[in-house]
């Protein structure tokens, strides 16, 4: 008996699964004719203009690779742990490159507000050794203002000093 039900329901469904694949069918017959009415020209400058994008990010990627960007430490603060990539073998956390590229792309676009609008209002603070190098090489090529000697407390904000910075609207420390 309960095979009979089984094929009866089944045979209920059949016009159902028919008609559905009728109309699926038509649907797809309808997204063929819209494909052959674009331009072919434009569907390739369109995969080309995709593909240079694409090239541009494994480019990217690569540069960081290259720099080491993502090498990470043994140690896991909770605050880093979603920049995390994965963890090693030997327990080095390596960092997530595409998190990586959209927090310096966001870090870009906010300084280049300030930028434009004139150079001294952007500061770049680093006394740590390896980070020197970078800071003079960042503020030759946007020309900011770096310090990469002692930062003199009160440089900020108190205008008697001889190294008071007026109008600093932004100040990043490396």
Do not use: W
């Amino acid at each position: 008996m309960a095979r009979k039900k089984k094929k009866t329901e089944e045979e209920e469904n059949k016009p159902e699964i028919e008609e559905n694949f009728e109309e699926d069918f038509k649907e797809d017959l309808d997204l063929i004719e819209e494909l052959e009415l674009l331009d072919t020209e434009d569907t390739e400058v369109i995969v080309e203009e995709k593909s240079e994008l694409l090239d541009k990010d494994e480019e990217r990627k690569q540069l960081y690779l290259s720099c080491g960007i993502h090498i990470g430490t043994k140690l896991l603060t909770g605050d880093a742990r979603r920049f995390i990539y994965r963890q090693t073998n030997y327990g080095l956390y390596v960092i997530d490159l595409t998190k990586t590229d959209e927090r310096l792309n966001i870090a870009a676009k906010y300084l280049s507000k300030y930028i434009e609008e004139g150079s001294d209002r952007v500061i770049v603070c680093s006394v740590r050794r390896y980070g020197k190098e970078p800071v003079k090489k960042f503020c030759e090529v946007l020309g900011c203002k770096g310090i990469t000697t002692r930062f003199i407390p009160g440089s900020l904000t108190n205008p008697i000093i001889e190294t008071y910075i007026k109008d600093a609207s932004v100040v990043v420390i490396v």
